[in-house]
């Protein structure tokens, strides 16, 4: 099966200003490759400084890479400017962490959805509404908060209308960026199934980021753990979290409580 | 056996937040024990008032918020009622504090070495030369490697887990009889958590001084605390040993909580539906009640009275002893698993 | 609680607190309508000026020059018999027109400017930044009595060399909010959702830098009165016989050594009470700036 998405050896440079005329490089992101096939997660494992929100934005064509490919169903995107991304753009869409920022503050929730719809052209403002109602049932949030400010609702909510708007284009795979991370425990399950849930309705790929590896068990099959923007580890779940190979895979396991006999053979 | 008389003493403390019209009840009956060489861990999620607990007792309330009823005891004085200039000669010296954010604790103009000199010159009267040599002691207890160096450097210079070691360093100066430590890992990397936790925990040991950790992790504090109170919307839930609470909590809320952080694989991942109770309205019942499992009509229109269900082991909850029987996790696998 | 029907319940909105409202309960009653209350009466007494039974404020009536405050003249008459109160409260319509229009025209062109500079950044960023500062170098007063020698003392080119101060101002307040902003999430998602970087920039970027722009707007034109206000006291802009109160100001200035002090002394403090009911408006609208979470 060809994979809906593939980075090859992605690498991001940034140029840090020294004291006097040097500069020096900053490498965010070293040599990244990893496939993922339609319809399932991957997980990418790592703390602050890892890279992996870079690598993100890499990927989601938000800022130009310095050297590798980024192959969306079978075509190179890296090199496309902005306006030949624009048909593109709805097959990929982001959750972000902070749900506040994440919105725009002086537009109601609805107003928000719709704006993700100027991807679809060709629909009329009727069936948008529309379509904005049957997203925020399908994220089981009241139709009535359309009209509300981010500011008005919870962060649990606001962070499902984040997944409602991210799924308003139909897209074919989900960049999830820490989107548990800024939640309360006992709501994180919440979000976790209903992203579960989503993707087995819609087969939606995920790529989803944390450094909660306990978050990370529930939808991934393949892991990648980065550090300081290399890959240390790579593989399939079980692999990585039953015999880790790497020292720092083996560190975040342990700080993460996890039990290698507890790794569940049926996911 | 430590003293039987609290350090610290809260009884039925209130206190309300004002935002522009609003009034929120942030702590409404904060009832908690803190013995003399206790680890406690206050473990609560948004809204639970457990920061608010910690900044009452130092009295670094901000301006809009005020107690409105209770008393805080230290050491039998009611900590409430005293003035702003007797509350200074306390805060730093007997209670000290830290915070999460490391950074922003220390100055940033000033020398990390010389603000923890600063301490020591003001409290223990030493000389400046001495007050430097001990500075330096105090980072190197605290693990900061090349301490006397480290000592010339300025906070920005800091990674996060050094500042926090810093930081560390810095309340404890003082040997305070009561460290409250305010989510003291979190935005630290998760491997760098346990390290500082465990240090926490050591100096505190060291020191004689009583521990009270404030966090939302309780997976984390329960490595190194020996006592839990469980907070939720502006009440103590339940309050016992780390050891009890844990395997046999008496409190839906503990148990629903304790069964969001279990890593042990579930199907789907467990968690509390609904939210929180908004915090500006009165609530007649059990704040826990719209998303308990257990609720009965009782839960709804009473507030639950605490229950001691063993020796040093209460709950707040009408059926404290039913889930105390239960063991907790048999009545919670089906709240768990419903979607 | 049915199983597969999470409750997720809706926060009771217990009211969206209207600005003024904020503003009230940030400042007090007392002082928000204070300020606002006058503001709007000397801004409705200028624009009902032409209805009221005043004197006509442009006809001279030499007989009657520099007589003192009286029951027929409330303010005096000044050096050319005009009626000094008529033409202070006319007064009003320029001096507010004027600077309204001028700072109105600086935000117009400042605010795009400044957001368009800090979302590219670059080249462009560079270019308006050092123009600004060359700009703000300049003494005010002094350039704008250089341009209006060489351009003309038309009304127009007060207004445009007034707009002309007010550009870099704004552009650099809207740009020191954009800047933060280009990394902020939803600006992302914005881009996401298929929105052209020009896009980006008016439907989500300026919106959220509005605030300031807001709160700064009445003190700028409080400065912008003085400027034109200086400006006429110099001789240039506003000509006789159209009322405003640095030409009044001026008019009237020789004589008050002669301790006829009312031509002068009544547009003064007409001068002075707009500008601080403006900076003081300003001043409280701060509070908006900042939007409760």
Not at chain 2, 168 to 176: C, D, E, K, M, N
Not at chain 3, 139 to 164: D, E, K, R, S, Y
Not at chain 3, 249 to 266: D, E, L, M, R, T
Request: proline share 7%.
């Amino acid at each position: 099966m060809t994979p809906l998405l593939s980075a090859i050896e992605v690498t991001k440079q940034y140029r840090l200003r020294r004291p006097g005329w040097r500069t020096a490089m900053l490498t965010a992101v070293d040599h990244v490759s990893f496939d993922l096939e339609p319809g399932e997660t991957l997980g990418i494992v790592g703390e602050s400084g890892s890279g992996k929100s870079t690598l993100g934005r890499c990927i989601l064509h938000l800022t130009p890479v310095t050297a590798g490919r980024v192959v969306l169903e079978g075509r190179d995107i890296q090199a496309l400017s902005e306006r030949q991304m624009l048909p593109l753009r709805r097959k990929m869409q982001m959750v972000f962490q902070n749900p506040l920022t994440s919105f725009n503050p002086m537009m109601t929730i609805g107003q928000a959805l719709m704006d993700t719809m100027r991807l679809m052209p060709g629909l009329d403002d009727k069936h948008r509404q529309q379509r904005v109602f049957a997203l925020l049932e399908q994220v089981q949030l009241d139709s009535r908060i359309a009209n509300l400010y981010p500011h008005e609702i919870s962060g649990g909510q606001l962070q499902r209308a984040g997944i409602a708007r991210a799924l308003a284009p139909e897209p074919a795979m989900l960049f999830l960026d820490e989107p548990t991370s800024a939640l309360d425990v006992s709501i994180q399950g919440q979000i976790v199934n209903l992203l579960l849930d989503l993707q087995k309705d819609r087969g939606l790929a995920y790529i989803f980021v944390s450094h909660d590896l306990r978050v990370v068990h529930y939808l991934a099959q393949h892991l990648l753990v980065m550090r300081q923007g290399q890959v240390v580890e790579q593989g399939a779940k079980e692999a990585v979290f039953g015999a880790p190979q790497h020292p720092y895979t083996q560190t975040l396991i342990e700080a993460a409580h996890l039990h290698v006999s507890h790794v569940s053979p049926a996911t | 056996m430590p003293n039987s008389v609290p350090l610290l003493a809260i009884r039925d403390l209130r206190v309300d937040l004002h935002i522009e019209r609003d009034v929120l009840h942030a702590l409404r009956g904060v009832t908690l024990n803190v013995g003399r060489g206790d680890l406690m861990a206050v473990v609560g999620e948004s809204g639970s008032g457990k920061t608010m607990t910690g900044l009452s007792v130092m009295r670094l309330l901000p301006a809009s918020a005020q107690i409105t009823d209770g008393q805080i005891l230290f050491d039998g004085t009611d900590l409430t009622r005293l003035q702003e200039s007797s509350i200074r000669p306390l805060r730093g010296k007997r209670i000290a504090m830290i915070f999460q954010n490391a950074q922003a604790a220390l100055n940033p103009l000033v020398r990390v070495g010389d603000q923890i000199a600063d301490v020591y010159t003001r409290h223990a009267g030493l000389s400046r030369q001495a007050a430097r040599q001990k500075a330096v002691e105090a980072m190197q207890a605290t693990g900061i490697p090349n301490a006397s160096e480290r000592a010339r450097g300025y906070p920005h210079e800091f990674s996060g887990g050094m500042a926090q070691r810093a930081m560390i360093a810095l309340a404890l100066a003082s040997s305070p009889e009561l460290l409250i430590a305010d989510e003291p890992t979190s935005g630290l990397d998760v491997t760098i958590q346990g390290q500082v936790i465990t240090l926490i925990r050591d100096v505190v040991r060291r020191l004689n001084t009583t521990l009270v950790v404030i966090s939302h992790d309780i997976g984390l504090v329960s490595t190194i605390c020996n006592r839990i109170a469980v907070m939720y919307a502006g009440v103590v839930m339940e309050n016992g040993t780390t050891a009890r609470i844990t395997s046999r909590p008496a409190n839906p809320y503990t148990a629903a909580l304790l069964r969001c952080v279990d890593t042990r694989p579930t199907e789907r991942m467990p968690f509390i539906p609904g939210r929180v109770i908004d915090l500006r309205q009165k609530w007649p019942g059990c704040p826990f009640a719209p998303r308990c499992a257990l609720a009965q009509q009782i839960c709804h229109d009473q507030a639950p009275l605490p229950v001691e269900v063993e020796p040093g082991h209460v709950s707040l909850c009408h059926f404290a002893h039913q889930v105390f029987e239960q063991d907790g996790s048999a009545s919670y696998d089906a709240a768990a698993v419903r979607n | 609680m049915t199983p597969g029907q999470v409750s997720v319940q809706l926060a009771p909105v217990l009211h969206r607190p209207s600005a003024y409202q904020r503003l009230v309960t940030a400042h007090g009653a007392l002082r928000v309508n204070l300020t606002l209350g006058l503001l709007l009466a000397v801004i409705a007494l200028g624009l009902i000026a032409p209805l009221l039974p005043l004197p006509n404020p442009i006809k001279p009536d030499p007989f009657n020059s520099l007589k003192p405050p009286s029951a027929e003249h409330w303010f005096g008459t000044d050096p050319n018999g005009f009626d000094v109160f008529s033409r202070t409260i006319h007064a009003i319509r320029t001096d507010f027109a004027l600077s309204i229009s001028s700072v109105l025209l600086g935000v117009l062109i400042g605010v795009p400017l400044g957001a368009i500079s800090g979302y590219l950044g670059g080249v462009i960023d560079n270019l308006i930044n050092r123009v600004s500062e060359v700009i703000q170098g300049f003494p005010q007063l002094l350039f704008g009595m250089a341009v209006l020698a060489v351009a003309g003392n038309t009304l127009v080119n007060v207004v445009l060399i007034t707009a002309f101060y007010n550009v870099p101002v704004y552009a650099k307040m809207v740009r020191s909010v954009v800047l933060p902003l280009r990394d902020v999430e939803f600006v992302q998602a914005a881009r996401l959702s298929g929105n052209s970087p020009l896009s980006v920039v008016f439907r989500h970027i300026i919106p959220n830098a509005l605030l300031p722009v807001v709160s700064q707007f009445p003190l700028s034109c409080a400065y912008a009165v003085q400027m034109i206000a200086g400006l006429s006291f110099i001789g240039l802009g506003v000509q006789i016989p159209i009322p405003e109160w640095g030409a009044m100001i001026q008019q009237g200035a020789n004589y008050v050594v002669f301790s006829k002090w009312w031509p002068s002394v009544f547009p003064g403090l007409a001068l002075v009470l707009s500008v601080s009911l403006l900076s003081s408006l300003s001043d409280q609208l701060k509070v908006l700036v900042t939007r409760r979470a």
